[in-house]
């Protein structure tokens, strides 16, 4: 194994999909740290251990995804930003006081991804948010922040988004899962939130069949890239976006974070870069599924 002076980690279950070590990785690499970021996958029992290794200073930081963004708040000993409103952690380190701290870049990343114009974009406008897990709370956010017209949420155990209304955002609407497809129609924003669609994972059900022209769909899996659902709605000349942005972009700033490093200074084209970087990690997936195949 090599034996670097840092170690980052992704936990989660499942984590084969995850594409952030390679993100991490290739950023590590460009900016010459002495440093590794591997994937694990834990089971519930095991996110304990992490956080020693965490606080030990065997790890210097671990990024949390599906299903562990908000099992991993009491671990922690403090919230900071948007992780303390949306109660979602996808990023930890420990600080300078030996505090375990908790972030939440994932608000960040959906603005960064999504929003080109954050006073118009949303103003006005309907959204229907699919599910209520661990990144949903941070969707609702970002879009509440940039003055969406109304959140509609639905999942399909109702009483997860009947508790994110209580307990985070009372003026969002819910809807039941079998009326997913009856509201359609009046949104502007479709936006999954769910793992449905992931690779390996379950699909939907179902189809939209009724939606305005204008409808943008956006799907926050990145791996596959295109989705059926992405495929149902470019092949009907929908607007469509996949999570790879998004993906980027939370993956960076926690990378800013752990590194102290800026981005924007370091390259005097990021978005470019961006751009390299998604087709990068596209390629790489497509490399290790005909792989595995
Ligand atoms: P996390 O909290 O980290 O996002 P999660 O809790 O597993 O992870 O969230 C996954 C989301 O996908 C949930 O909204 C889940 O719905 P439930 O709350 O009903 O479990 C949704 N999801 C997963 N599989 C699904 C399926 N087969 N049909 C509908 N929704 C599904």
Excluded at 32 to 38: F, L, V
Excluded at 275 to 285: D, G, I, M, Q
Aim: hydrophobic share 35%; net charge positive.
């Amino acid at each position: 194994m090599i034996k670097t002076k840092k170690e980052f980690a992704v936990i989660g279950k499942p984590i084969s999909h995850s594409l952030s070590p390679f993100l991490h990785n290739h950023f590590i690499v460009d900016f010459e740290i002495d440093a590794i970021y591997r994937p694990y996958e834990v089971e519930e029992n095991e996110i304990k251990e992490v956080i020693n290794s965490l606080k030990n200073k065997e790890l210097n930081g671990i990024n949390v995804t599906v299903p562990y963004k908000k099992k991993i708040i009491e671990f922690l000993d403090e919230l900071e930003g948007d992780a303390k409103i949306a109660e979602s952690v996808n990023t930890v380190y420990l600080n300078k006081k030996n505090k375990l701290i908790g972030l939440n870049t994932d608000v960040y990343g959906f603005e960064k991804a999504f929003i080109s114009d954050k006073k118009k974009q949303f103003f006005g406008k309907n959204a229907l948010v699919l599910g209520a897990g661990g990144v949903s709370t941070s969707v609702i956010l970002a879009l509440k922040r940039n003055n969406i017209g109304s959140i509609y949420l639905s999942n399909r155990t109702k009483s997860k988004a009947e508790n994110i209304k209580k307990k985070y955002f009372s003026n969002i609407n819910i809807v039941e899962w079998n009326d997913v497809k009856s509201i359609s129609k009046d949104m502007d924003y479709i936006i999954n939130a769910t793992s449905l669609g992931l690779k390996n994972g379950n699909k939907f059900d179902f189809y939209f069949e009724e939606f305005k022209p204008t409808l943008s769909y956006i799907d926050l899996i990145y791996n596959p890239r295109k989705t059926e659902f992405i495929k149902y709605f470019s092949e009907k000349n929908i607007k469509t976006q996949d999570g790879l942005k998004m993906l980027i972009y939370q993956g960076l700033k926690s990378f800013e974070i752990w590194n102290n490093v800026d981005l924007n200074s370091a390259y005097p084209e990021l978005e470019k870069k961006i751009e390299a970087v998604e087709y990068l990690l596209e390629s790489t997936a497509n490399y290790i599924d005909t792989r595995n195949k």
